[in-house]
């Protein structure tokens, strides 16, 4: 009997100590993993790895397409401001509580702000410069805000019903030209895309090529591929410029979904690697933010951004360039100092923004749209003019260019796009060389009407 008994205190000591050396290797396991995923990532802090994302890959394209081509290389090995994800299902329930919560009737766009009516030659209306400032303060102003739509967005009726009935998070995109490719996101919890929409606009030239790939058939009236809704646009009706049309869901993301709460906005050269409710919880619930946007990773006022535009001939009329700067320049633009705080700069790297929609961010959009129209696409030359002229004050999180390339992946734009295949050489546009030496002068004498701010930029 006595044997009996130490053999079994035997058996038990031995099963505590196999537990616990389990539990060991679990731990250590569990450490390295978030180790590894923390060395990877040194931006992210929590991923949420025990969420069960939806498997990878979401789609599977014929290996002609080539969606993973030419991925764009990043080289940095720390992180200033980390973000912390919270755990997925907690973040659920609050965007699912929120989206329960809010109506229009209670919504701040709605009930404060509504949209100027009537047709116009162009989509947004060739609004005066006079005209298009005086909107920008909007404590005491209860005028109809004009934000696009003087003429009719061409989609088809099935598209417009599907683009309303989006009531949470709707991520968007758009390629214009056979620009870039349609990539998948990934990292996608099991619960998103029953409270996710993806959207993708495209053109004409962009749907030929992805017909010719047998990704889409014409004769269907509604394209899906993978996650993401593929809406036609009859780009004829709208600008001759490719990303000109692209503003518009870049920008009025909150008037072609009237009823979505949050929105990602996202560069068809990204790729999104973290689950969008994460994003939105952790960039813009979590800091009570109207607007996150990464800065950009190199320049930090705005005649920088303007002087590479026309260095790099990113557009191709000097002279408007020119003559934006002034306008800016004459109505109060300044370069960014640490008056500006808590704004971190005053030039984003716009690829990649995500919105509350609201008062706020809805006036902050319908500006950006204004000014792009009156002068090009290059939103990151209006961006700084807008924020600082606007009220009420937008909140604003200018997150860090790591967090930025720890979420999204970066591709280069197709090598080969579909410009010169599909434009008439009337069409193209030719750079137009500024009428002087440099950008910034004027009636020979140096720096025009932004003298004052190239002073107080270089000291």
């Known amino acids: 009997m006595g044997k009996l008994l130490t053999n079994s205190k035997s058996i038990i000591v031995l099963h505590s100590k196999l537990l616990c050396f389990s539990m060991l290797y679990l731990f250590i396991s569990l450490f ?38 030419y991925a764009v290389s990043t080289t940095r090995s720390k992180c200033s401001s980390p973000v912390n994800f919270s755990d ?15 109506s229009p009737a209670t919504s701040s766009s709605s009930s404060s702000m509504a949209y100027m009516q009537g047709n116009a030659d162009s989509f ?33 009726d099935s598209d417009r019903i599907a683009m309303e ?40 030239v962009t749907l030929k090529v992805l017909e010719h790939h047998g990704l889409i058939s014409r004769n269907s009236s509604e394209h899906v591929i993978g996650v993401w809704r593929i809406v036609v646009v009859s780009k004829g009706d709208l600008y001759l410029n490719p990303a000109m049309n692209g503003v518009i869901p870049k920008y009025l993301v909150h008037r072609l979904f009237p009823n979505s709460k949050f929105s990602i906005w996202i ?19 979590a800091e009570n933010a109207d607007m996150a946007i990464s800065k ?16 790099w001939r990113k557009w191709w009329d ?8 002034e306008t800016y320049c004459e109505n109060g633009l300044k370069p960014w100092s640490p ?25 902050f959009s319908c500006l950006m749209f204004n000014e792009l129209e009156a002068f090009n696409p290059r939103d990151q030359l209006a961006f700084a003019f807008v924020r600082d002229h606007m009220n009420p004050k937008i909140k604003l999180n200018m997150f860090e260019v790591e967090v930025f390339e720890q979420v999204t992946v970066e591709y280069r734009h197709n090598l080969k796009p579909s410009d010169h295949r599909t434009t008439p050489k009337s069409a193209r546009k030719i750079t137009k060389r500024a009428k002087t030496d440099y950008l910034l002068h004027a009636n020979g004498n140096c720096c025009g009407s932004c003298q004052h701010y190239l002073s107080a930029m270089w000291g």
């Open 318 to 325: 000097i002279n408007a360039l020119k003559l934006q700067m």
């Open 32 to 69: 390295l993993a978030l180790y590894a995923i923390s060395s990877k990532s040194k931006c992210i802090l929590r991923s949420t790895p025990f969420d069960y994302p939806i498997q990878d890959p979401i789609f599977s394209y014929p290996s002609s397409y080539g969606e993973h081509k």
């Open 339 to 363: 008056k500006k705080l808590p704004f971190l700069s005053d030039v984003p790297d716009s690829a990649l923004i995500l919105r509350k929609h609201g008062l706020r961010s809805n006036v």
């Open 124 to 156: 947004g209306g060739n609004l005066s410069t006079h005209l298009r400032f005086s909107y920008f303060d909007r404590r005491n102003d209860s005028r109809e805000v004009p934000c696009g739509f003087f003429k009719r967005f061409p989609i088809g």
């Open 88 to 102: 997925y299902r907690n973040v659920l329930e609050e965007i699912q509580h929120f989206q329960m919560n809010s």
């Open 267 to 285: 560069d068809a050269k990204l790729q999104l690697m973290v689950d969008p409710l994460l994003l939105i919880h952790s960039l813009v619930v």
């Open 296 to 311: 950009h990773p190199y320049f930090v006022h705005t005649i920088e951004e303007a002087m590479a535009t026309a260095r």
């Open 165 to 204: 009935k989006c009531s949470s998070v709707v991520v968007v995109s758009a390629i214009f030209n056979d620009h870039d490719k349609i990539r998948q996101p990934r990292g996608l919890g099991s619960k998103t895309l029953e409270n996710v929409c993806f959207f993708m606009f495209i053109d004409d």
